[in-house]
């Protein structure tokens, strides 16, 4: 009976890349995989094709030869040695699966593994984001135990090597024609067994306090901004790396401005007199500056008015955004008997060309009506 073809096996095209050889072997062999179909004999055979296929094909030499020969390549001592080349399948699905395969992610010697990443949220101020800032912060966090130095072991003792595993931190258990390698039970991968563990830390080789810490804040930081600090976050357990800090930034909302970027945008209220009349107002920066702003004759409300280097500095950079003035012109309320008469004597007094927008606004209206109505 012919082998059938290693890549209608995998279910792939001739021209698959890594990727995809990769990503179709895992769904094939999660499938056919015994756990999940026991006593199942043609499942078990399927899995044993499924993998002798991925061996010859990710492999690029092996591929090459099989890409031309076919399965001859690999006949009377070829390239491929009729299988898997002189890997175990245990090793193939290992590579691929982890976990699922009894890897469990490797460890160092010992046991020695990366402390846990650890993250602090950090409010400031928009000025504080101007300008910078040197916080310091408070963090719960675990650190290496003095008492053992990380050993996990009590002062005096060490750990020993674990008899099941032989300081492998993983079993082998053989299913058939293949073997599967699992963590360890007794030392639960970490390759040693403490019999007299150390009594701060209770073996583990970490123990939890309040650390100090200071965080330089750089200026024209936004919000959402997220700080590494290596090495600050959880210590390894039995004396492993520290894991890292993160920071995650938020920038309070401020009573007068509001930002986009490195531009500040600030809405103020002026009179109507001053909008007619023209005239000027001061207004407070971000940079704790007062700046003057000249209001023209007949400024209308909702402009904008546009102060260059006034914003927020820009990371990394010698740069500042701007400021922008919104104008919002306020209508007179409560008014006097003398300001009443005053101002219907204005209106009597004003013309179409002291109001242009509004007149041709109402003037399309009317047409606009109008020729719906013939």
């Known amino acids: 009976?012919?082998?059938?073809?290693?890549?209608?096996?995998?279910?792939?095209?001739?021209?698959?890349?890594?990727?995809?050889?990769?990503?179709?072997?895992?769904?094939?062999?999660?499938?056919?995989?015994?756990?999940?179909?026991?006593?199942?004999?043609?499942?078990?055979?399927?899995?044993?094709?499924?993998?002798?296929?991925?061996?010859?094909?990710?492999?690029?030499?092996?591929?090459?030869?099989?890409?031309?020969?076919?399965?001859?390549?690999?006949?009377?001592?070829?390239?491929?040695?009729?299988?898997?080349?002189?890997?175990?399948?245990?090793?193939?699905?290992?590579?691929?699966?982890?976990?699922?395969?009894?890897?469990?992610?490797?460890?160092?010697?010992?046991?020695?593994?990366?402390?846990?990443?650890?993250?602090?949220?950090?409010?400031?101020?928009?000025?504080?984001?101007?300008?910078?800032?040197?916080?310091?912060?408070?963090?719960?966090?675990?650190?290496?135990?003095?008492?053992?130095?990380?050993?996990?072991?009590?002062?005096?003792?060490?750990?020993?090597?674990?008899g099941t595993c032989g300081g492998v931190g993983q079993v082998r258990a053989s299913q058939g024609f293949f073997s599967i390698q699992r963590t360890c039970p007794t030392c639960q991968g970490r390759g040693e067994v403490i019999s007299d563990p150390c009594s701060p830390c209770s073996g583990s080789g970490r123990v939890t306090e309040e650390k100090s810490l200071e965080v330089k804040v750089p200026a024209g930081i936004e919000d959402g901004t997220r700080i590494r600090v290596a090495g600050e976050g959880e210590a390894g357990v039995r004396g492993g790396p520290h894991g890292d800090l993160y920071i995650f930034l938020s920038i309070r909302p401020h009573e007068f401005f509001q930002r986009d970027g490195a531009d500040i945008y600030c809405r103020v209220p002026i009179s109507m007199t001053t909008a007619a009349l023209g005239g000027q107002f001061e207004v407070g920066t971000v940079d704790g500056s007062q700046t003057r702003v000249k209001v023209p004759e007949g400024t209308q409300n909702g402009k904008q008015f546009r102060l260059r280097g006034k914003g927020m500095p820009v990371m990394r950079s010698t740069q500042m955004g701007d400021m922008y003035i919104q104008v919002a012109i306020e209508t007179p309320s409560n008014l006097s008997k003398k300001q009443r008469e005053l101002l219907t004597e204005f209106e009597q007094l004003s013309s179409e060309e002291n109001s242009p927008e509004s007149t041709g606004f109402f003037s399309r209206m009317k047409s606009f009506f109008d020729g719906l109505a013939e």
């Open 1 to 162: 009976m012919s082998k059938a073809d290693y890549y209608d096996t995998l279910g792939v095209s001739r021209e698959a890349d890594e990727k995809e050889l990769k990503s179709a072997f895992r769904k094939k062999a999660m499938k056919y995989h015994p756990d999940r179909n026991p006593d199942d004999a043609e499942a078990e055979a399927k899995f044993k094709e499924v993998g002798e296929a991925y061996e010859a094909l990710k492999d690029p030499q092996k591929r090459a030869a099989y890409d031309r020969f076919g399965h001859a390549a690999f006949e009377n001592g070829g390239a491929g040695g009729g299988g898997f080349g002189g890997g175990s399948m245990s090793d193939i699905f290992e590579d691929i699966f982890g976990d699922m395969m009894g890897g469990g992610g490797r460890r160092s010697s010992g046991g020695r593994s990366r402390g846990a990443d650890m993250r602090y949220n950090m409010e400031i101020s928009l000025e504080e984001a101007f300008e910078g800032k040197t916080a310091e912060i408070e963090i719960p966090t675990s650190i290496t135990c003095e008492t053992c130095t990380g050993t996990g072991a009590k002062p005096g003792t060490s750990p020993s090597t674990c």
